[in-house]
């Protein structure tokens, strides 16, 4: 008699067949998880450390002992780089692909014969109708989403610009310099 149960799972490597290559798949999912939650871990602890008396633990909780400047670059990199690459791209991504997938005629595509890739036409009547193709709504809603996550980029990039100027006007920061913020004045 069977008693597992099923349960419905979002992890896509499980519909592979070979038991070789879902193990693998499984050690690598094991790894991942386990970063993660050292990771995780990691801020929980430091979040609840913060929240104690900084007297019961010593000077590195102190308001002194702090990087005022850390939020600010984490925030410019979050900006610049982990926006684009988690809202700006896919979408972007989505476009090109669609346009590419409803501009094809009849007749297009490769001839391994001559190793040439075949296309009826070029420019932009071929861009035009990519854009306008059978699913044209979903491009239009990809382009709306990109647009507005290059606002919240711009947006994002220019608070977290403001903070760190702020923060090296008022002198309250320790990057760029040899001497240690626990050293006093």
């Known amino acids: 008699m069977d008693t597992r149960v099923n349960t ?5 490597y499980l519909g592979i067949s070979e038991y070789r290559l879902q193990t693998a798949a499984n050690i690598f999912a ?5 970063i993660a939650a ?10 609840s450390l913060r929240r104690l008396d900084p007297h019961l633990l010593g000077h590195s909780l102190r308001r002194r002992g702090r990087h005022p400047e850390l939020l600010g670059l984490t925030a410019v990199v979050t900006a610049f780089c982990v926006l684009q690459f988690t809202y700006t791209f896919p979408p972007l991504l989505s476009i090109a692909f669609y346009i590419k997938k409803h501009a094809m005629q009849d007749g297009d595509g490769f001839d391994p014969a001559t190793g040439r890739t075949i296309q009826a036409d070029s420019g932009f009547a071929r861009l035009r109708r990519g854009l306008m193709g059978r699913r044209w709504y979903v491009n239009i809603g990809n382009f709306i989403y990109m647009l507005g996550a290059l606002a919240l980029a711009g947006l994002g990039a220019y608070s977290s610009i403001e903070v760190l100027k702020d923060a090296f006007a008022k002198g309250s920061t320790s990057s760029f310099v040899c001497k240690s913020p626990l050293d006093g004045s």
Request: proline fraction near 5%; glycine fraction near 10%.
């Open 30 to 34: 094991m790894v991942a998880i386990l």
């Open 38 to 47: 050292a990771l995780y871990g990691n801020i929980g602890i430091k979040d």
């Open 8 to 12: 419905p799972s979002t992890l896509s």
